[in-house]
C-alpha cells in the first residue's frame, strides 16, 4: 500500500475532518440546549396594573394576573412558541380589572391545566365573563382551586405557598374593595425566594407580621404598584428584600409609585426596578443567586 495520498483521497479525508468538526460543534450545542434550567420571573411592563410571567426550571409555565387589556397577549408571544396555547397555571390575585382583563383574552387563546383564584363575588361584564371562561375551561379539563392559606403547589424545585387570604372566601361579596382579599404568594427555589403581593394595603402586611406568616424574601413584587397606602417600614423590615420590582405606567394618575414608598424603598437599601423605566423586569436564577436581565 502506498505511504502517500492521493490528492481526491486527501480532499475526502479533509471532508471527512470537517464533518466530525461539525458533529462536536453539533453535540455540543445539544448540550448547552439540553442543560441545566432555571428559575425565570419576567414582571411584564404591562401599563397600570400586573402580570408576572413565571417558567419554572422543570419548564412549567404560570401567569400570574392579566394586567389592564390585550398588551399580555403581546408580551406572551414574545415568550412562547406560536404553537404553544397551554399554560400549566394561571392565577387571579383579585378581580380588580387592572388585574382581571388581560386574563380574560388568556382563556380564550390558551388552554389552562390549573387555575387559582379566590372566588370573591363581584360586579361588572369583566367579572361575568371570568365566571364564563372559567366553566369552559373547566369543561376542557381545566382544575379550578379556591385559594386560603398555605395552598402549596410545587413544580421543578420550586415551591409556592399562599400567604394570604387566611380563609376560603368563595361566594363571599366584595364588590366595593376587593385589595385586601387578593393572593400574597411566596415562591421558594433553592436559597432564593420572591413574594408576589397583588395590591394589598398595610392593614394586611401588619396581620400577615402578627400571624407569623413567613414573608421574608429576597425579591418582592411591591404591593399595589408603590400606593402610600403599602409597603410600610414594618412590612419592608419583615420582609427584608434586596431587590424590589414595581409595576407602574408613566404618568399614571395615581401618582404610582409615590414618594413615600420609593423613600422608604431607599431607606432599606432595597434596589428598586420601575417597568415604566426599564421594561420588563426579567430575573434568573439557579436557586444560590439571581441574575436581572
Known sequence: MSKFFTIKQKIGLGVVAVLLALTVVAWQEVFK?????????????????????????????????????????????????????????????????????????????????????????????????????????????????????????????????????????????FSKAGNDTGIVLRAAYGQKSFLFTGDISSKVEQEMIEENIPVAADVLKVPHHGSKYSSSETFLAAVHPSLAAISVSADNSYGHPTPEVLQRLQKFGITTLITDQYGDIKLVSDGNNINIK
Open 33 to 173: 440546549i439540553t442543560g441545566p434550567h432555571y428559575l425565570k420571573i419576567d414582571v411584564l411592563d404591562i401599563g397600570q396594573g400586573d402580570s408576572i410571567f413565571i417558567e419554572t426550571p422543570a419548564m412549567r409555565r404560570i401567569l400570574i394576573d392579566g394586567g389592564p387589556g390585550t398588551k399580555v397577549l403581546q408580551k406572551l408571544a414574545e415568550r412562547l412558541p406560536f404553537w404553544e396555547k397551554h399554560f400549566d397555571m394561571v392565577i387571579l390575585t383579585h378581580p380588580d380589572a387592572d388585574h382581571l382583563v388581560g386574563l380574560l383574552s388568556v382563556l380564550q387563546k390558551y388552554q389552562v391545566d390549573y387555575i387559582v383564584w379566590t372566588g370573591i363575588v363581584r360586579d361588572g361584564a369583566a367579572y361575568q365573563e371570568w365566571l364564563e371562561l372559567l366553566e369552559k375551561q373547566k369543561a376542557r379539563g381545566a382544575k379550578i382551586i379556591i385559594a386560603s392559606l398555605h395552598t402549596n403547589i410545587g413544580s421543578g424545585g420550586v415551591v409556592f405557598d399562599t400567604l394570604h387570604p387566611f380563609e376560603n372566601l368563595e361566594g363571599q361579596d
